[in-house]
């Protein structure tokens, strides 16, 4: 069982950054492949990034590649997301996901947190 916190969303400009972490509490967090996903109003919920158990392999849509940059502190239990050049339409619920393999699937995900809104002004 892992529980998941995510914190660090918040308002911001278009053009600023943000830093989500998501702590994780139980047992063997560097077993799981770290995932974060997002959720706009009305919109389901997609694929953001994903980092491999060590850290040595990582993933990001499309939509956020070059500008968003998963990391984890298998020390600290934590995974990041660092959030750069934010556009309005990155606005929207971030979530943490534990899960013993990749995918960007969140139907695959073993373990959620409850989200952080990050809403980013024009």
């Known amino acids: 069982q892992v529980q998941l916190v995510e914190s660090g969303g918040g308002l911001v400009q278009a053009g600023g950054s943000l830093r989500l972490s998501c702590s994780a509490s139980?047992?063997?967090?560097?077993?799981?492949?770290m995932h974060w996903f997002r959720q706009a109003p009305g919109k389901e919920r997609e694929f953001v990034a994903a980092?491999?158990?060590?850290?040595?392999?990582?993933y990001h849509s499309d939509s956020v590649k070059g500008r968003f940059a998963i990391s984890r502190d298998n020390a600290k239990n934590t995974v990041y997301l660092q959030m750069n050049s934010l556009n309005p339409e990155d606005t929207a619920v971030y979530y943490c996901?534990?899960?013993?393999?990749?995918?960007?699937?969140?139907?695959?995900?073993?373990?959620w947190g409850k989200g952080t809104p990050v809403t980013v002004s024009s």
């Open positions: 996901a534990a899960n013993a393999a990749y995918s960007n699937y969140p139907q695959s995900m073993d373990y």
């Open positions: 980092i491999r158990r060590r850290g040595d392999s990582t």
């Open positions: 139980g047992r063997d967090f560097s077993r799981y492949v």
